[in-house]
């Protein structure tokens, strides 16, 4: 793999997929000859290359690391329904809530790197991950807490008795889990960032692998149960961490790692607030779907409800790895484009993206509601929790159409550098309207989980989607593209006065 990364790859790889100034993408012409359609054409299918090969491979990896949340969720479905609910209320609470926002604060780099990378400043992307580092892994000894305390947290926001004890006990065994989190997600940003996308993908494959074979031999041979998928996923997380840093540290980014440096000990309160802002404007989405599952906890039937909808939003999480790989490649695109001076091309690139992720999102929105009954299958063999899957389906259906154009056009707003505005509107949609309607609906109207989820998805989802796509269709992209070049010169030279 290296050898293939290093070899004829290379000299491709080390530069920013951007087209030249006289044939950046203009304006999609509305009106024109067959002549402007074939340019058209051509324009959208180069940019489609460039999209893919980031793309492509984030999807690839994206999925066979979600896939170790999936096999554990899977294993623990055919140990038990309360097994199934804790590991269910571990994954998608605690580590969520806690995942969902390390997420947010790298997400910072793709904004940094992404233009330090278009702008060909190539040195500071290795000391951008590294000052990533030590932001990202100090956030994690702040929200041990939410780990050791999570039995009483978990009672104290209306889990039963036996649900909350068991999540808790898995809780402190996947401490270990979110440590992991501080390290490799800077490292995938970093590498995908100078379109090294390859190698995040064979060793998400190689985790994966590991994950599901440990799982097996914990559970069922050595008969260790919940604490066997625990040791399985922990192990499966740091391969990926080892993995990655290996590829780094032994020459795979010659041009982007120069060594540990004390420079990323420089300039760390700005990188606090860009990654703040990240870190934000991304767990407040990320958070509202463990709020969901939350919710449903005080509902007649609980430990039912919880099982179907950890399912569902399992399915659903699933799937968005597609959207999230876009999210990424938009990220990449708009911020490689933006950092070379290159609006019209950033928007074209944006563009793309959209279109290309509806139209995937459309197809798994047919597949979910032609396959409605049989979808619970993997999971479980619970009837009474299929039935409630069954009756969940059209939402689940709903939810992953919106979440194709979504994560896209925040992926806009990462590679642009806007995360403290759209943390602004995640708040305002999700938690002042989407979370009212939604307990309106599920409690006041009595429908249950299924008015929660409506209520949640049509007043947060849609309302924060129409809304960025208010603001980009606004936006001067010729602007953003100038602020870009002038946040790159103040980054880079802020680095070379702490190196001097």
Not at 87 to 105: D, K, Q, R, W
């Amino acid at each position: 793999m290296a050898n293939t990364v290093n070899g004829s790859a290379t000299e491709e790889m080390n530069q920013p997929l951007i087209l030249p100034e006289s044939s950046a993408p203009a304006e999609i012409p509305q009106k024109g000859s067959g002549g402007d359609d074939e340019k058209l054409t051509r324009r959208v299918w180069i940019e489609s290359k460039k999209l893919w090969h980031v793309a492509g491979p984030s999807i690839f990896s994206r999925i066979a690391s979600f896939s170790m949340n999936v096999v554990t969720t899977a294993f623990a479905g055919h140990i038990g329904d309360l097994e199934l609910a804790a590991i269910s209320i571990a994954n998608t609470v605690i580590v969520g809530f806690n995942f969902g926002l390390l997420l947010g604060m790298a997400s910072a780099l793709e904004t940094l790197c992404g233009q330090a990378f278009g702008a060909k400043q190539l040195h500071m992307l290795g000391v951008y991950m590294q000052r990533s580092w030590i932001v990202l892994f100090l956030c994690c000894f702040i929200l041990l807490p939410f780990y050791v305390f999570a039995t009483p947290l978990l009672k104290l926001i209306g889990e039963s008795d036996d649900v909350a004890e068991l999540s808790g006990v898995v809780a402190v065994w996947l401490i270990p889990l979110h440590f992991s989190f501080a390290f490799t997600f800077p490292l995938q940003r970093f590498l995908q960032s100078q379109l090294r996308t390859a190698v995040i993908a064979w060793v998400s494959l190689v985790a994966f692998v590991v994950n599901l074979f440990l799982s097996w031999l914990l559970v069922y041979v050595v008969d260790l149960g919940l604490a066997g998928l625990a040791i399985a996923l922990n192990l499966s997380w740091w391969v990926l961490v080892f993995g990655q840093l290996a590829y780094v540290v032994f020459g795979g980014c010659p041009d982007t790692w120069s060594g540990f440096s004390w420079q990323a000990f420089s300039g760390l309160w700005e990188f606090v607030k860009l990654s703040a802002a990240s870190g934000v404007m991304l767990c407040l989405e990320n958070w509202y779907y463990r709020i969901l599952v939350i919710m449903t906890g005080d509902l007649k039937n609980a430990e039912i409800a919880v099982d179907a909808l950890s399912v569902c939003m399992t399915i659903n999480g699933w799937e968005m790895m597609i959207p999230l790989a876009f999210f990424a490649a938009t990220g990449v695109r708009v911020a490689n484009e933006l950092g070379a001076g290159n609006g019209k091309a950033a928007k074209f690139a944006m563009k793309v993206s959209v279109g290309t992720s509806t139209f995937i999102g459309l197809i798994f929105f047919v597949l979910i509601l032609v396959l409605h009954d049989e979808i619970s299958l993997l999971f479980t063999s619970s009837s009474d929790v299929i039935k409630e899957i069954d009756k969940l389906s059209w939402l689940l259906a709903v939810t992953i159409l919106l979440n194709s154009v979504q994560p896209v056009l925040s992926g806009v707003a990462v590679g642009s550098g806007w995360q403290a505005w759209v943390a602004y509107i995640n708040l305002g949609c999700y938690y002042l309207v989407g979370l009212p309607i939604g307990i309106v609906l599920g409690w006041v109207l009595d429908t249950g989980v299924g008015g929660i989820w409506a209520g949640m998805i049509f007043g947060g989802t849609a309302l924060q989607t129409l809304i960025l796509a208010i603001i980009i269709a606004r936006c001067n992209w010729e602007k953003e593209a100038a602020k870009a070049v002038m946040h790159v010169e103040k980054w880079s030279e802020g680095g070379a006065k702490a190196e001097t």
